[in-house]
């Protein structure tokens, strides 16, 4: 199985800065990453699929990159909003989820 | 809107089966993949398999010797039963709608149902 692990488990920053997210695969997964953002009791919300491709109706602060084993997920300007855990998950072989990235605000 | 909404109970004894529905408005379930995910307390997720819009089904080798995932056209619901359940498979179940097998996104989803596996 493919394992994907995320980094850091817990992040904190400011309103405004720019913030990364990443997201490493055991092996590489030719970019068959997605990328999901789930709030507290609420179910989880598509934002990137397919490493850099935005979901119909995501904020453009938020982008994806990345290629083989190592992929990211950056929001270029923190909104108090975009507070939430971060997943990602693998399809290239079976599909697996990353354990998650809880965002704060400073 | 498509919408999708899980029910069942939210209590199993261990050894006993989980049972739930997920009823969808808005869409045909004979069009499309329609899917199981679970959430772990500790968050870790998993994919539980998918039954697509001609009732052909697809399971994680994890889980296929208990899981069945069925469908009844008529009512536009389908169905996760999980057999021998055990204290470990205690999660939120969802289940969703995979968007395109193309780039396997999961676009609509249900609010959830915390299942809880004890005696």
């Known amino acids: 199985d493919i394992q994907m692990t995320q980094s850091p488990s817990l992040l904190s920053a400011s309103v405004g800065d720019r913030v990364t997210l990443n997201c490493k695969a055991s092996?590489?997964?030719?970019?068959?990453l997605n990328w999901y953002q789930q709030n507290l009791g609420e179910a989880p919300k598509l934002l990137i699929y397919?490493?850099?491709n935005l979901q119909t109706g995501i904020p453009s602060r938020f982008s994806g990159s990345g290629s083989g084993t190592d992929y990211t997920l950056t929001i270029s300007s923190l909104q108090p909003e975009d507070v939430a855990t971060y997943y990602c998950y693998q399809y290239n072989s079976g599909l697996t989820f990353g354990s998650g990235t809880k965002l704060e605000i400073k | 809107e498509v919408q999708l909404q899980e029910s069942g109970p939210g209590l199993v004894k261990p050894s006993q089966s989980l049972s739930l529905t997920c009823s969808v408005t808005g869409y045909s379930i004979t069009s499309n993949y329609w899917g199981w995910i679970r959430k772990f307390p500790g968050n870790k997720m998993e994919w539980m398999g998918y039954i697509s819009y001609s009732g052909s089904t697809s399971y994680p080798p994890s889980l296929k010797s208990r899981i069945s995932i069925t469908r009844d056209t008529s009512k536009n619901q389908f169905f996760l039963q999980l057999n021998s359940v055990t204290t470990e498979d205690t999660a939120t179940y969802y289940c969703?709608?995979?968007?395109?097998?193309?780039?396997?996104?999961?676009?609509?989803w249900g609010p959830g149902i915390m299942v809880t596996v004890s005696s």
């Open positions: 397919y490493t850099n």
């Open positions: 092996q590489n997964i030719n970019k068959n």
């Open positions: 969703t709608r995979l968007g395109t097998v193309s780039y396997w996104y999961f676009d609509f």
